[in-house]
Nanobody
């Protein structure tokens, strides 16, 4: 069982930056791939970024390449999402998730946090 708690969301102007954090419970953090997803009102939850247990494999959605960076600190059981050059369309609830394998498919992630709101004003 893994419990995930996101933090770092908030309000920012277009072009600004935020760093999201996701703290995981348990002693097996390194065995899990971690993903970030987001869901805007009226839209399906979509993949943003993912990183494998050792941080050696990373995936990004095309719409965040060059702007967002995913990383993890296994000593702190935490995964991060650094978001730069934020756009209005990045507004969403952002969720972190843990799974056995790194994938862009949300259905492959077994554990989810409660989400953190990111609002980008135009």
């Amino acid at each position: 069982q893994v419990q995930l708690v996101e933090s770092g969301g908030g309000w920012v102007q277009t072009g600004g930056s935020l760093r999201l954090s996701c703290a995981a419970s348990g002693r097996t953090f390194t065995t899990y791939a971690m993903g970030w997803f987001r869901q805007a009102p009226g839209k399906e939850r979509e993949f943003v970024a993912a990183i494998n247990g050792r941080g050696l494999a990373i995936y990004y959605a095309d719409f965040v390449k060059g702007r967002f960076t995913i990383s993890r600190d296994n000593a702190k059981n935490t995964v991060y999402l650094q978001m730069n050059s934020l756009k209005y369309e990045d507004t969403a609830v952002y969720y972190c998730a843990a799974g056995v394998v790194i994938t862009k498919n949300k259905d492959e992630y077994a554990y989810w946090g409660q989400g953190t709101q990111v609002t980008v004003s135009s």
